[in-house]
């Protein structure tokens, strides 16, 4: 009798959020996410400079790739940016982009900047879902 393994596997129950592919990685089940993430100081500074003329509210997600509560909010983030598509939602790791975290005196992560037209409106630190949804509840008009 042959083994047949399916395609692939939810992780865990209570983890969901990445399926085990046959080749044994794992993936993310929000692929569909909008998040924006910048591995360069030139095209964020460009990016952030274009944003100073649009009124759009934008959700600075500072995070790093050892920090387990970056992790919890991940998915989060990627369901916020599926359902607020009028907010723009960007990625920083602060390991990678370590001067924009230093400029936006990031101390903490997860660190949530909401920002318009250049101008940090809100501050959410910590994995605080709620928190950050009623900020951008509040400033996405």
């Given at each position: 009798m042959y083994n047949i393994?399916?395609?692939w596997e939810v992780q865990s129950p209570?983890?969901?959020t990445n399926v085990l592919t046959r080749?044994?990685?794992y993936q993310s089940?929000?692929?569909s996410s909008k998040v924006i993430s910048f591995h360069s100081p030139s095209k964020w500074e460009v990016h952030f400079?274009?944003?100073k003329r649009s009124n759009r509210l934008m959700v600075v997600y500072f995070t790093a790739s050892w920090c387990g509560p970056?992790?919890?909010m991940e998915p989060v983030i990627n369901n916020f940016s599926n359902q607020y598509t009028s907010v723009e939602f960007i990625k920083i790791d602060v390991d990678e982009l370590m001067g924009v975290?230093?400029?936006f005196v990031v101390r903490a992560m997860p660190t949530f900047l909401l920002i318009k037209r250049g101008d940090v409106l809100d501050r959410v630190v910590g994995a605080k879902k709620e928190d950050l949804q009623?900020?951008?509840e509040k400033h996405r008009i």
């Amino acid at each position: 009798m042959y083994n047949i393994r399916p395609m692939w596997e939810v992780q865990s129950p209570k983890m969901a959020t990445n399926v085990l592919t046959r080749h044994g990685q794992y993936q993310s089940l929000y692929s569909s996410s909008k998040v924006i993430s910048f591995h360069s100081p030139s095209k964020w500074e460009v990016h952030f400079e274009e944003t100073k003329r649009s009124n759009r509210l934008m959700v600075v997600y500072f995070t790093a790739s050892w920090c387990g509560p970056c992790r919890l909010m991940e998915p989060v983030i990627n369901n916020f940016s599926n359902q607020y598509t009028s907010v723009e939602f960007i990625k920083i790791d602060v390991d990678e982009l370590m001067g924009v975290a230093e400029a936006f005196v990031v101390r903490a992560m997860p660190t949530f900047l909401l920002i318009k037209r250049g101008d940090v409106l809100d501050r959410v630190v910590g994995a605080k879902k709620e928190d950050l949804q009623m900020k951008i509840e509040k400033h996405r008009i």
